[in-house]
């Protein structure tokens, strides 16, 4: 029987005696990357514990491609969370730790070895692997995380910001082998608090505020649906100032700013359609406009819009 | 996913955890506890060790101490068994008191004088083989059947899961492809493994702690008899306590945050045990255990205060096969309950 490919929060409510975690969540969350994006205490933590089923919801179901989490025994085999707290068992190496839980799975040693080593090199540590993870530094421990979460070859992988600590070369390394996965249509489910990073690395995005989905899709959709904000656009051209001029006389054009080095423009619009008409119009009497782009349709944006930057963590 | 694969996954839990059950750095004092008694039976021997080989050399022979008879003087005595190991003085009023020690190897003979008139012999073995079995299984009874191995396996039993909730590590094994009854079993496993190892050993250490400085005769004849089955069924009694109390203890801590709480509420049950109806007796790890021991204790004398002789009062003993029966399944009962909260179990860090 089919699977359903998704993972899929229907009515969640969690709360942690009187505290709110979630509240009433809804959510069906494709394959691909999608970033958690909320300030602290918002409830990131807790889709992603109620996914593993560390948690349980009081109200609603969540199921993860088809299984309960409820059943860790079926749910682990197509899950690896990566916890932002440190599991490993005291005195144990970064190798052992994640062959443990491979042999866990069934896997005879030789080849529960075979993929500790390839998941250890994966994420950069082979040298270290030796090595007590009780003596790694923070962004060695945030790696032997992630090659434990990943070690099975999951099909879902929840991840707890999961770029803290590391060094450019393996967050980029990193990246790259998440875009690897989401490419075979696995689920890569992160949170993480680096706004650029996540606008840079995700599919969808899902905000979250005070327990509440704000807002969630892909960040382009999301943008559009929000109304009560101006679009911006940065528009490069020669003659900036004119063209500025005559944009400002359009009547869905409420904010035009110059950039400081006189070939730019910072345009908020009410109207997308009418600015674009409005643009080629402008092109036809000769101004030669260099290039267009949103200024925001990035998760920074969005969450400045439907958050706050009051609440960014 | 069968049952034989759970048990593998369930054995390879507890190898893991074993080392952590041994080596935690909250339960230390557990090795104190089980290896108390021996120390102060090693003592012991060192004294009785000791007081062979001091008094050896001052030693009156066995027929000189039985010629000693009341109403001797003092005089007469130091003259016929020379000077005595130990001598103290003292008056009362018009009345001159005088405590002499002699020895003749084995034994340790003290004189009571009055006026320098012999009015008081009281003689005991240096070391009574007899007397001091009596005392190891009182020992074995009231303290570490009761006490050591009781918060023993509080100490090892409750770190299992409570201790992992402290240290922020418990998801790891939540976070395992296996069904959570799994875990627990391994987990229960590994504590069953150690605390047996580790009570086990006390238990045999105590009991060769009282042999080694006894009448190597009296030893020979006791390992010819009565003794290898004296040993297995002590081993026998503290094994089973591990498994009941184990079991307790690991469902208690995953049912409540304070150790203490379930720790009272079951030493009290545990010693008030003797006074409940037969059914409520059942219900009682000490109750089967006790009544595996191989020598009775000392019984509880009848000046000792109420609270004390309630606390201590045995339950009506049980058959070894009743009692192997009765563990098994006050045991089975209690791993009941704590697999159905284990099922319910949530990591939430951020409360404890």
Known sequence: MMRDPEVVFDGVSKFYGEVLGVNRVSLNVPPGITA???????????????????????RGTVSVRGISPRDPEKLMRVLGYATQYDAAPRGVTGF???????LLYGHTRAEAERLAWRAIERVNLREAAGRKVAAYSKGMRQRIRLAQAMAHDPEVVVLDEPLNGLDPLVRAETISLFREWAAEERHVILSSHVLQEVDVISDQVILISNGMIVAEGEIRNVRSEISEHPSQFLV??????????????????????????????????????EFAQALGRIAVQSHEIEGVIPADENVDSLYGYLIGSGGRS | MNLAFRLRQALLIARLEVRRAFFSKRGFWVYGLA????????????????KREAWSKSAASRAQLDTIAEGQTLDEIERRLGRPIRRHHWEDGEREHDSWLYSDGTRQVRLRFTNRVLTGIQSRQIANFDEDRTVLA?????????????????????NLFRGEMLDKTLHYWLLAPARRETVMIGKYLAGVAAS???????????????????NPVEVDAYWGGAGPAHLFWYIAAAALACIG???????????????????????LWESINGFLPAMLQRLSVLHYVQSLCPVPAVPIDDDIPAV?????????????????????????????????????????????
């Open chain 1, 36 to 58: 958690l994006v909320g300030p602290n205490g918002s409830g990131k933590t807790t889709l992603m514990n109620l996914m593993a089923g560390l948690i349980f919801p009081e």
């Open chain 1, 96 to 102: 052992d730790f994640v062959l443990t839980g491979l």
């Open chain 1, 236 to 273: 490069r051209c020669r003659d900036a100032s004119r063209v500025a001029a005559m944009l400002f006389g359009e009547p869905h054009v409420t904010e035009v700013r110059l950039q400081d080095d006189g070939a730019g423009l910072l345009v908020s619009t009410r109207s997308r359609d």
């Open chain 2, 35 to 50: 290896l108390f008694p021996m120390l102060i039976f090693l003592g012991h021997g060192l004294e009785v060790k000791w």
């Open chain 2, 138 to 158: 009182t020992v074995f009874q009231y303290f570490y059947l009761r006490l050591a191995i009781f918060f023993g396996c509080l100490g090892i039993f409750m």
């Open chain 2, 196 to 214: 047996m190892v580790i009570f086990g050993l006390g238990t045999a250490a105590c009991f060769f702690a009282v042999m080694w400085y006894q």
């Open chain 2, 245 to 267: 109390y184990g079991s307790v203890f690991l469902a208690a801590g995953l049912l409540v945050r304070n150790p203490i709480i379930p720790a009272v509420v079951l030493l």
């Open chain 2, 308 to 352: 004390a002789k309630l606390l201590l009062a045995p339950a009506e003993s049980a058959s070894a096969s009743f009692a192997l029966a009765g563990v098994a399944g006050v045991t089975l009962l209690v791993l009941y309950a704590a697999a159905r909260a284990i099922r319910r179990t949530e990591i939430d860090y951020g409360t404890e």
